[in-house]
């Protein structure tokens, strides 16, 4: 960890000015974030296998309103510099990070100067194998659709198939999914829509509202887990012909 830190610290002093020292001086300083990154990462890791350790890709950092001020004019080589040191950090601990990496910032008002935080998600890449791009606003307004990670995808009959391989609808770069781990059915009945979700003999396995399910229906709402991602169900009522 001491060499990935001091490599950091070369790097930030070879590519910002005395600017940056000064804006930091009684505030957060850049290497307590990067030590701070480093710990999340190491509290975060989930076992995959016995030699595969899966780690979030999306951290946030969270500053108090003086210190995110003084970030701002920096906040791009900072950025870069951190994403530098976690990658090199993933690469000598042997972790696997979920997907892209991406570090932000954003402001905290109930810390003070000096005080930060560091939160952390898994968002594994999602690619849809249809041969158009669908609009947000299209997914949106679908009568059927699927969230992940702040993507809307849009469900439509007969279903698709969810998994890590090139094979699948939806291909969810998530080492915890199989490459093709799930099948989501829709019938439309005239009256209303049906969903349905079918286990692929997948290797962790479909959790469904918090249960493990090898075929169920899901109602609207319903938050389905595969692997590391979370995926919610939405469906469009209808409205009454009468």
Excluded: K, W
Aim: glycine share 8%; charged share 25%.
């Amino acid at each position: 960890m001491a060499g990935v830190l001091q490599r950091f610290e070369q790097r930030l002093e070879g590519v910002v000015t005395g600017a940056f020292a000064r804006a930091f001086r009684s505030a957060v300083q850049p290497v307590e974030i990067a030590a701070a990154l480093q710990r999340e990462i190491d509290n975060s890791a989930q076992i995959l296998s016995r030699h595969r350790r899966l780690v979030p890709n999306d951290f946030t950092v969270e500053l108090s309103p003086s210190d995110h001020e003084r970030l701002v004019p920096f906040g791009e080589t900072l950025t870069n510099e951190l994403s530098t040191l976690v990658r090199e950090y993933v690469h000598e601990q042997r972790y696997t990070l979920a997907g892209p990496l991406t570090i932000s910032f954003t402001e905290a008002p109930e810390l003070g100067t000096g005080r930060f935080r560091v939160r952390s998600r898994t968002n594994a890449s999602v690619r849809s194998a249809a041969s158009t791009d669908v609009s947000d606003s299209a997914a949106r307004n679908a009568e059927a659709r699927l969230e992940i990670g702040g993507t809307r995808h849009p469900l439509t009959p007969p279903g698709l198939v969810i998994g890590r391989g090139s094979e699948s609808d939806l291909r969810i770069d998530d080492p915890g999914i199989s490459r093709r781990h799930c099948e989501i059915r829709i019938h439309d009945t005239g009256e209303a829509v049906q969903i349905t979700v079918l286990d692929l003999d997948s290797t962790n396995g479909v959790i469904l509202n918090g249960h493990r399910v090898s075929s169920a229906p899901v109602p609207d709402g319903s938050e389905l887990r595969l692997g590391n991602t979370t995926i919610l169900v939405r469906l469009t009522p209808r409205e009454d012909p009468s």
